[in-house]
């Protein structure tokens, strides 16, 4: 198939665009830069042995969107672009709306005009809210998103729902990712967050090689068996895989279809801690700090559904999590900027 | 005041208007007159001997919202604009979500831009869904809506709530409207729906003047007291003077505040139709049709909050809304086009 990949220089697409490649399909990245950089589409090209097509656009310039899905003729688009860092979204919630919800419509309406009616969607495990239910299925009910980035996942979710059920020639797969951390083994391409990194990963990682001086926990008194938050980290090339497995579900024309992709093993921040300073032999020093708003205790998934019918499964623990994000990290200290 | 009325050319922002005026505010509408027409602004300026300023344009127009906010110095912007047809939003969610939604996000901007951060918002009873209390007061918790339309409407409570947390400047009103019916008392602005209406009571008065043969009603099976769905009708210029009261919780910088304006009062379709034909002296025929999927039994709401902290209140009973709805179509068989 020949997917069109929004957002694709980023961790996430940039990880993705390698098994694309490896299951034989081929891409067009559109990508922005704002927040990410075309290194990783040229590391991606070294990777899979083959340039790789790409245009610099916002998704949110409808011409531009007009003029590159005239000029392919797509199978399916996978959406990865969006704002997504927590913190910021509720500083500037405005700016998280305007560009998520509008770079979705703006796609929508080019694919629309141009009869490519296949979509993957970015989806979050925060749309679940507090969950109501531990491990989380897909037949969990959605619940109150505590920040402007889970909103804008949640409504355009809602906002796919309707554009499908008014329209069942579209195929949307909705797909929930929990916590992707690690790297593509080679280390040449991984996470490379501006500023101070939101997540645990990245934090731990700069901490390791000196960026920073110490982890912080924030809480330690949540109810989990060591008091810090539990989530289901993902390695990122599973992640990744996810995606190509997804398009399965647009062949088979699945009308509107979500899938949870996670492991289904719960880690906490300690217990990644520790087996990150196992894998890689060296001390992560950390501090507790207060519990952050919003943050839960305890999010994993139950992944059985894209076992199901998709036949996609994690194949990396939390051991080669830890190793390739280090790998990563100690080759290219200073991210893409290195 | 200066205010920047969006969607002023529509039903509830004509009498809006009027109401502005006569309560001394100063007025610029900008319309798009897509679902609207500016014989309705030459109306109001007759009624209120004052030219009315207007701009025509689209409030996702960011140039021209620019232009309208650098022009003007204005205390503060009432935004009806925007789609509001439930049955079309269903058909075309998109449409629905690109337009009411953007239009928010760019006016926001350009508000933002040039220093006016005060708003009040066109919101609906319908954000409470399937409502869990009756009467429905503001504490009541926000349900799940059943089309693209009510799902904007409820989006756009949440952007606007995280817009006034992350920025205490704001001071942001939502009125949650309850069911607007009924025409000034002058018969010279009312209701002039595109196409077949969907509400009840331009349907009754297209009946009553011929154009219709017979009013549909859809179900007689709730759980009701006559079977036929229970709703808070307001006459349209009670609802118009309650945006002149919500100036004054702008005035004391409110921060997020949130409103019902009905009546308090719950009439059934057959009681709207029992009343209308009583005070019009007008027969109308009408037959019953299968439930609309997305129809709840009773909606109305307790308008005490309102009242006690900007002590506006419904002045008009259901007889008039009937008498001035009636007034307004058959001195207007045609609407504005007649």
């Not at 970015?122 to 109150?144: H, L, R």
Request: net charge neutral.
């Amino acid at each position: 198939m020949k997917i069109a990949v929004m957002g694709g220089a980023g961790y996430i697409g940039s990880h993705t665009i390698i098994e694309l490649y490896k299951a034989g399909h081929s891409v067009v990245v559109v990508d922005n830069l704002v927040n990410s950089s075309d290194e990783s589409l040229r590391r991606v090209a070294e990777l899979v042995g083959s340039p790789i097509p790409f245009v610099k656009a916002d998704v949110r310039d409808a011409a531009a969107m007009d003029k590159i899905f005239s000029e392919n003729k797509f199978d399916a688009c996978i959406h990865f672009a969006g704002l997504k860092a927590v913190g910021e979204s509720v500083a500037k919630p405005l700016e998280y709306y305007e560009n998520n919800m509008n770079a979705t419509f703006v796609l929508l309406h080019a694919m629309r005009n141009h009869g490519c009616k296949n979509l993957i969607f970015s989806s979050s495990a925060t749309v679940y809210g507090n969950p109501a239910q531990i491990p989380i299925t897909e037949a969990c009910p959605k619940g109150q998103c505590t920040n402007p980035y889970g909103q804008t996942k949640s409504m355009l979710e809602e906002v796919l729902r309707d554009v499908q059920k008014a329209d069942p020639e579209w195929n949307i797969v909705l797909l929930r990712y929990f916590n992707p951390i690690g790297a593509h083994p080679s280390g040449r391409i991984g996470e490379d967050p501006n500023g101070i990194p939101n997540n645990l990963m990245p934090y731990i990682t700069q901490t390791a090689v000196g960026l920073r001086k110490e982890l912080g926990v924030f809480g330690n008194d949540y109810d989990t068996p060591d008091g810090t938050g539990v989530r289901d980290y993902i390695h990122v090339c599973d992640l990744a895989s996810g995606h190509v497995s997804a398009l399965k579900a647009i062949e088979r024309k699945c009308g509107l279809a979500i899938y949870n992709l996670g492991t289904g093993h719960g880690y906490s921040v300690l217990d990644v801690v520790k087996a990150f300073e196992k894998v890689n032999n060296v001390k992560i020093p950390y501090s507790i700090k207060p519990r952050r708003a919003g943050d839960i205790a305890t999010c994993y998934c139950n992944p059985q559904k894209a076992f199901d019918e998709l036949g996609w499964k994690a194949q990396y623990g939390i051991e080669e999590m830890c190793r390739d994000a280090w790998n990563w990290q100690k080759n290219n200290p200073k991210g893409y900027k290195g």
